[in-house]
């Protein structure tokens, strides 16, 4: 049985038709298989990316990264071909970044800058017809600053405890040492003022006058008035004392007793 040449032509198309949408299928499941994860989720200044493909078959032929939102020769960073023994190759779009690439198909950036921002896409090309896309966005921030401002009641209230507590120790310490000082001050005055009050048990002398004298026994026995003047009578003489008699006791009398015309008492200076 022979099949007409319309039906033939009708059965091709239709076949054509079901193997195109197939395809176009295939390729928006491999692309949509692809998947970007960016570690950490947001960079920092001068921090180390990683772009981590996930879903990458286990055979291919390169990978190629882009940074732009087209893909095109004036925005491929490095071009990846493993098997070779340089299988990275930088792109016009690679700068002055450092980029490595790894077989697996993920990149990392080291020492991300705010200017490295943008979209990351990469294509990894499985053969001459099928190629598997994935993209993601990057935003590079600066270094955190301060810390927010609902931190800074607690902190300000720490401060102020510390600045006081150490302003309420030092004002007690330097009480107690002036407290010591005037202690010892006041009992040294006491002790000297006790010192300076006794009495001089030594007779007066004048301070102008250097010599020294000395005192020689009268050979006369003196009789010092009586303290009741009033029975004196002035016009009586006084008794003259016994005379002295000679004896051991008086020994050292003797001299005495026969006494020089000189005045009996006599200051001698003596240097």
């Keep these: 049985m022979e099949i007409p040449m319309g039906t033939q032509g009708c059965f091709s198309k239709s076949l054509l038709l079901s193997a195109s949408i197939l395809v176009l299928r295939m390729l928006q499941g491999s692309q949509a298989a692809l998947h970007i994860q960016k570690i950490p989720e947001q960079p920092q200044k001068n921090q180390d990316l990683l772009l981590s493909v996930q879903g990458v078959p286990d055979t291919f032929q390169d990978f190629n990264w882009y940074l732009g939102e087209e893909m095109y020769g004036g925005t491929r960073l490095f071009t990846y071909i493993p098997g070779i023994q340089r299988p990275q190759r930088d792109g016009s779009a690679m700068g002055q970044r450092d980029i490595v690439g790894f077989p697996n198909g993920s990149m990392v950036l080291r020492r991300a800058q705010p200017t490295d921002s943008g979209t990351y896409q990469v294509a990894i090309t499985i053969n001459s017809e099928w190629t598997m896309k994935a993209k993601t966005e990057v935003q590079v921030a600066e ?15 720490i401060l102020a405890a510390t600045i006081i507590g150490s302003l309420a120790a030092g004002a007690l310490l330097i009480s107690c040492i002036a407290y010591l000082l005037v202690t010892r001050n006041w009992k040294g005055q006491s002790h000297r003022m006790a010192t300076t009050e006794k009495p001089e048990l030594g007779p007066a002398h004048d301070a102008g006058d250097n010599n020294i004298y000395e005192v020689m026994p009268s050979p006369v026995f003196l009789v010092s008035p009586i303290s009741d003047t009033r029975s004196i009578n002035p016009a009586q003489p006084l008794p003259t004392p016994p005379p002295l008699q000679a004896g051991p006791e ?19 200076p003596t240097s």
């Design 143 to 157: 270094k955190n600053k301060e810390l927010p401002s609902t931190h800074l009641p607690t902190n300000a209230g």
């Design 250 to 268: 008086n020994h050292q009398y003797q001299d005495l007793l026969n006494p020089d015309p000189a005045p009996y008492c006599q200051l001698v």
